[in-house]
């Protein structure tokens, strides 16, 4: 069971950028998936989830309205297009696993993270 | 939207110590709610989940209390491997999963 995070990299303010989490070993259209990111020397801050079918999808409210979350089930994998970034989006950004696929009990897979670093 | 807390936000313990932090949430969450481990420049780890479930593979000093309001993670007789940072989550459904901001365990 494996989770892979792609695409971070160092932009300017106000650009865009997206990522990408490859997932293996499991039946990932059975799962929600979230990603979860983490400032320098910050705690654990929840970004986004979206349900194991793509219907429902929710947003922290500091990337509200920014930040769209998705899902690829035939590629098994889960997206995350961050526009408009700002400095304070600068992070570590996880994407994790559901433990369970009937409702939200924790996260139990994790992938390794990408860096995001908004800098002028 | 549900906001949790944690105290202590640090505490220094020594191996063999039985340590003990609290998660609250400013609303009920009934066992809505996960911990986790994180060691530096790891990703987390899950320990807990329906506030009081050891996740598979989770040493059995590890355990977790609480309904409601008020949570706990107790770690009966502290390793050396268990010095890391620990955060609650409340995972009440949707629409948010916040997580709480953390309690550092560090070697006294």
Known sequence: VQLVESGGRVVQPGT???????????????????WVRQAPGKGLEWVAVILYDGTNRQYGDSVKGRFTISRDNSKKQVF????????????????????????????????????????? | DVQLTQSPS????????????????????????AWYQQKSGKAPKLLIYAASTLESGVPSRFSGGGSGREFSLTINGLQPEDFA???????????RFPFGPGTKVDIK
């Open chain 2, 10 to 33: 640090f505490l220094s313990a020594s191996v063999g110590d039985r340590v003990t932090i609290t998660c609250r949430a400013s609303q009920s969450i009934s066992t809505y709610l």
């Open chain 2, 85 to 95: 940072t620990y955060y609650c989550q409340q995972v009440n459904s949707y629409p």
């Open chain 1, 16 to 34: 865009s950028l997206r990522l990408s989490c490859a997932a293996s070993g499991f039946r990932f259209n059975d799962y929600g998936m979230h």
């Open chain 1, 80 to 120: 995350l297009q961050m526009n408009s970034l700002r400095v304070e989006d600068t992070a570590v950004y996880y994407c994790a696993k559901e433990l369970h696929s009937s409702y939200p009990t924790g996260l139990d897979v994790w992938g390794l993270g990408t860096t995001v670093t908004v800098s002028s």
